[in-house]
């Protein structure tokens, strides 16, 4: 099996969803006057923070597909005539796929989740793209891997005008990536700033506030 065949199987496995850019409306929540979320399972919440971008447009939310896992959440923050997106996603993993990654080195599986999770977002990257930076963090959810990628015409705003883009007029961008797992608790959050593309700090900013803020159910 090659490393992207695996990484989707990765994915599956947490059940992460397509892009969602073209959701129906009605699964889109408006948080102009409502700073506190909570998933639709109810496994965390969240205050929505500020959107980064200069005309104080705020974060949609919209609930992403779990495919009917009660023990799964994942929703996406948008400003999207910005090219501002946070995914943030709490998933209960099931037993057999919790022995399976206990008896794997603890970094390889933040690395395998952190890849798999992003490919599960963004699954029209065709490739995993380069990382540029890496760096462990200990999180009240275990220890976290954050990464930088540098995607590779991977942005979700494009440069064209009057006319259908095409994969051309896409840029390069970065994504950042912050991945924890404690037992069978997988916590992650992707956040991609088109705005800045270039800017990786601007994204580690944005997930990393969000990811800090997570409060995960007692239930869970």
């Keep these: 099996m090659n490393r992207i065949s ?35 399972n109810s496994i965390f919440s969240i205050n929505i ?27 996406m923050l948008h400003a999207d005539d910005f090219g501002q ?36 977002w963004r699954n029209d990257l065709g490739e995993l793209p380069d990382i540029t930076q890496e760096s462990l963090l200990d999180t009240k959810y275990g220890k976290a891997v954050i990464r930088v990628y540098r995607a590779k015409k991977g942005s979700i705003l494009v440069k064209a005008q009057g006319r259908q ?14 991945v924890a797992r404690q037992g069978a608790l997988v916590v992650f959050v992707l956040a991609e700033n088109d705005t800045s593309p270039h800017d990786s700090n601007a994204v580690v900013r944005m997930a990393t506030e969000i990811f800090k803020d997570i409060r995960v159910s007692a239930d869970h």
């Excluded at 709490?90 to 999770?117: C, F, H, I, W, Y």
């Excluded at 883009?165 to 912050?178: E, G």
């Design 6 to 40: 695996r990484l989707v199987k990765i994915a599956a496995l947490i059940s992460v969803s397509l892009l969602a850019l073209f959701i129906s409306p009605a699964f889109t929540q408006d948080t102009t006057n409502n700073p506190e979320y909570t998933s639709p």
């Design 49 to 75: 923070p500020r959107a980064p971008n200069f005309a104080s447009v705020p974060y949609k939310v919209t609930a992403l597909d779990t495919k009917g896992d009660m023990q799964y959440d994942k929703v």
């Design 85 to 120: 997106y946070i995914v943030i996603g709490v998933r209960v993993m099931p037993t057999p796929a919790v022995s399976t990654m206990d008896k794997d080195n603890p970094q390889m599986v933040l690395n395998n989740l952190s890849e798999g999770t992003l490919l599960g």
């Design 165 to 178: 883009p095409t994969r051309d007029d896409a840029f390069d961008t970065n994504i950042a990536s912050i």
